[in-house]
């Protein structure tokens, strides 16, 4: 079900990939490349701090490491980047790639204004890089499923969505995670908003109705950092959809999605991990997922197979991936969410819906 | 697990039960009556349509019928009655049934405005007589297994609520529907209300933002027919609740609830009637649910038996039935969710959030 | 979705019923002939043990009590029995009774050998009475839907068949039901053999092979008192079952029913009587079911509004009840599934496989 | 949850292993140990079909191809073997490698008789290598799951179990799979024979009833190619076990497991692949799994890892691979399930029970 890249033509050089950042999410895609994406190797890892970047490189075998990503842009034999560096270099980093020639896998969000947004993909198109957003639901198999039923009209046209993203926890907000305000909206319901965007293909969002509150850690709501938000979307085919977020699930973590159409519903998002239960004098009983790198483990693998795919046909001449719905999320992808997420910001300073509009940044 | 009323003590006269209005509804209350609810009997049926009500008396064994719902509150051998008229005709029905010394059953909505609801409610307590209003979710065995859950503290503090309601259709508006306009808010979203106030209970609903369309028909739309709408509704706890309503589900009647808190989730709402399932070369399939009145049969019985057991108990001087959880819906409810589909209204008219007062009327 | 009988026609006076057995199941079948079946009263009961018989009677209203089955079969108001009496009369009252004139309903088994049997479903014939045994699985709407799936070719033809029963339990033998041996057949694995033939309907069972063991409460198997049994089951049409049994659930009640054939598969059996989930830190959880009554109290009734609807027909000449497959068991179906039970019992004592024959008795 | 090995302490070398047949399903371990295995590389195929090695070496990198695994066995820079020949040679492929020093892991059945059985697992035992058998399900997730529970008491002792196999088909048997008789023992239910065994730990198979029938294709019944299978097993510890097959399941590939016992219920098995649900007019469906490689692929990687992290033990001198409940299928493992399947055999030409001796070969 799950979708599967076709391997590569025997005898083609992998896909050499520089990763710029070696975070958490850095380090996880980089396994990912150098253990588990065919026809990819992973060439370089630039991170200023070069010690993180060293052990990772020695683990998985990268041959180069540097403090700088200029470094990797300007080492001719690398074909491309996964930008995993903190949010707000997104965007010029993306510009430089482009212009360096480099294709670009770019963790989400793709920038934190507009306005940079629109210069970085300008690039991006003028240097005639592939291009390709984090949004890793859509790579995972019950996602995809509800986009196939989708795409072959199950659902009808479509007038209720819903999707939810709501983090593990333990009931409070760690310090590491106190970051700056807004992350709800650009970080994590960026990623509802795409999967919204895609499951009602074809329609934009018109306005948007946000409220947020610290809800997990309420002694946080002074400094800006907001746990638990709802979102109402608009669409311009009338759609109505709903997003949702929190930061603190103590059952695991859960994602959800769902489309309620003139011909029917369609839902994805797995609650149980796992199928086995238990039944004792208690009831029933059954696991739940924990990590999302454990319930997205064939997700993120997939979306960086799709992109290794994508940069190996655009080097080598080939046919690009191919799929029967529509599936790699993209430059106007990156840029739809953003300006959600940006509108639900304006939302919830105003209190008032707010229009949602591509062409300004913050 | 569900709500079973203890029986009557023996000996004890049933409780004698007038019905007001014999159309769909209340036809199948009289049914439960005469039929299902022990320790209560259908004594009278009043409509303006009297050969409707003969017929209905006829099946199921009443003595009396009557035009004049008057007659009916004037008989000194009828206990309680059951308002199923138009609702036009709740809120001064219920008055007169008070003042006339009957228990009133009342279906929803318990009014059209706050002022006349007020009216009702004063006579209802200045008369001292029990009155329920027709919230027969309370009364579905999985909402009540969420909500005893709540009561215990499984899902701990509510930040995100949801309930939703799907009636059954075909993909159009039958002409008999096409009733004056708010029917979604005032007849069916004020379920959800409730059911949102009883899983958040103790906090009261602060604000509301509606958004509604017509989208199953979108040519009704020029007439104020709306049938598909979504609510962000702030409670004074903090928590923030969606409901969301559609007039024409093609795969049945879909009715949940979800509440999500600092320990965990609660989710009620049975997605398919029948647990049979099929798998064949085409996958798993399994039916859904049509019908209300199937999917919520128990729960409309449970209601009248719980109404029954209220009315006997102040009429016999017993003990009013309990429950280890909140659960008759009285004045006060009634109240609460009105408040909420009005603001609605004057939400979807303003296309601003609006605040939730139950001081004034429409 | 459920089996729902079609109302009585108006001013048809009621069928009835007299009980025979004011025990558990006799009282409970009472209870809904007086408050459930339309159609049907309950006119009198017979009980060894008047006292408890007149107390049911007070509390439901019949008119008449009598310590012997014989008032109620001579009284010619009555058009109709129920026999709930321990199973060893079971034979000789439905035969007095259909000598008697009087249409049965009787609960399982319908005798203890095959010979007993023979005898009173001639009786039966003879009388030209309706017979109906109590098989109530077949009127539980999951069931239902299967059977109804079934007949349409939904499976193909049936390879491989499953039926389990699971009693709710707490870990050892209630004293009160450590009863006379071989009930794990002859009581309980009896309803699921006659799931087994009305899934298969077309094919004979031709041998089973038993195993059984007291693993609940081993000291009681010197007493020959078997608390665990699995049987497998050869068809004519080659179709391999298998049926299973244990007293004692510790998560309560637990039926299934399983069709596999040559063009999918057919599931039935609620394994949750709610469908309110928790999610928690401990994971998911959800209620089981605990009780037959709760789990099967829709097709108590349906099967006796069943036996109501066919007696009515035959004693006011209408059409009896008619469904789109077959529905009500008869006396072949007493018959089919007792010689099973008779074989399952020849099987354990012997270590060896049994054929079924249903001509001779025990 | 699923069993993840601890990656390769940096720096060790990895696992050189030589894989012996390259059909597929030793094409997909290939597959597997070339880009899948954290610290196991793939370093020789060997198959008398060099064609067919030499396609999948080059696919994969292998640096040797040989017709002959002498070859291998006889290379000291190979750690270990895979055997995945037909099951003829399994045996004397096991004793050989064992005596070139070199560990093993053999695809299912390890022999076809227990003699020769009794000879490779001596040889394995002489020369202290590590010997694993693919036993995969051990490692799949929710079987895991159930085992953990089953370990921690969840269910109590045993009383009933259940394990099943259908195979993805589409009613009729390929003419590729018409293969020597008894297949459905001695290669499919034998993995079921294994998972009654894990789940059943500390009891011995006692005594088996095996039913079996051509019902897919009867056309081949005459050939004794035998396409339906149940088997009742009991154990030394009373409980009584369900193991059932069929080739030709039309919605997929459907694999379970369950188990009964005093205190409670534990079950396993995926029914559908993707939770993504699909709601119309025809009510609920969803997707089911169709390949084995599909529903167990996470599982075929980790036995796989398992076997390289133990060979690594023994090789490098560290700790083996740890878990919180037995896992890795042994030699022993292997006897237990081969002697069920030879008792099986047994039973079914003499429609006798049949005790279970690991003693005898056939």
């Not at 070696?22 to 370089?44: E, N, Q, T």
């Not at 965007?197 to 950092?225: C, I, K, M, T």
């Not at 938000?229 to 085919?237: E, H, K, L």
């Not at 997003?243 to 769902?258: C, H, I, K, P, Q």
Request: charged share 20%.
């Amino acid at each position: 079900m799950a979708y599967i890249t076709q391997d590569p033509t025997p005898g083609s050089a992998p896909v050499r990939i520089g990763l710029i950042g070696s975070g958490w999410m850095g380090a996880f895609h980089a396994d990912s490349i150098a253990r588990r994406v065919p026809g990819a190797s992973l060439a370089a890892i630039a991170d200023p701090n070069v010690e993180s970047a060293q052990t990772l490189a020695g683990k998985l075998g990268a041959a180069k490491v540097t403090a700088s990503a200029e470094d990797i842009l300007a080492d001719p034999d690398i074909d491309a980047v996964i930008i995993a560096s903190p949010a707000r270099f997104h965007a010029s980093l993306i510009a430089q790639a482009a212009a360096a020639g480099k294709h670009v896998f770019c963790e989400k969000p793709a920038a934190q204004g507009l306005e940079e947004l629109g210069a970085a993909l300008t690039a991006v198109e003028q240097a005639g890089v592939h291009f390709q957003i984090g949004f890793n639901r859509r790579y995972a198999e019950d996602f995809q499923a509800a986009k196939r039923d989708l795409a072959a009209g199950v659902a009808g046209t479509p007038q209720l969505l819903r999707s939810l993203t709501r983090d593990p926890g333990t009931g409070s907000i760690p310090h590491a995670a106190r970051v700056p305000a807004w992350t709800i909206f650009l970080e994590t319901l960026i990623h509802d908003f795409d999967t919204l965007n895609w499951f009602n293909e074809g329609a934009e969002p018109v306005e948007v109705y946000a409220v947020a509150d610290a809800l997990v850690e309420p002694s946080l709501r002074e400094q800006g950092f907001l746990d638990t938000a709802v979102v109402t979307i608009r669409y311009s085919n009338g759609a109505i959809a709903v997003a949702e977020a929190n930061f603190s699930a103590l059952y695991g973590y859960d994602v959800r999605g769902e489309v309620f159409g003139s011909k029917g519903m369609v839902q994805a998002g797995r609650s149980t991990e796992t199928a086995a239960r238990r039944y004792t004098a208690e009831g029933l009983a059954a696991d739940t997922p924990r990590l999302n790198v454990e319930l997205f483990s064939q997700a993120y693998t997939d979306e960086l197979a799709d992109f290794a795919a994508a940069v190996r046909a655009k080097r080598d001449g080939g046919l690009p991936p191919s799929s029967a719905f529509t599936l790699t999320p993209v430059g106007a992808d990156a840029r739809r969410a953003l300006a959600m997420a940006l509108a639900c910001i304006e939302s919830v300073k105003s209190g008032a819906p707010v229009a949602v509009t591509e062409k300004a940044g913050v």
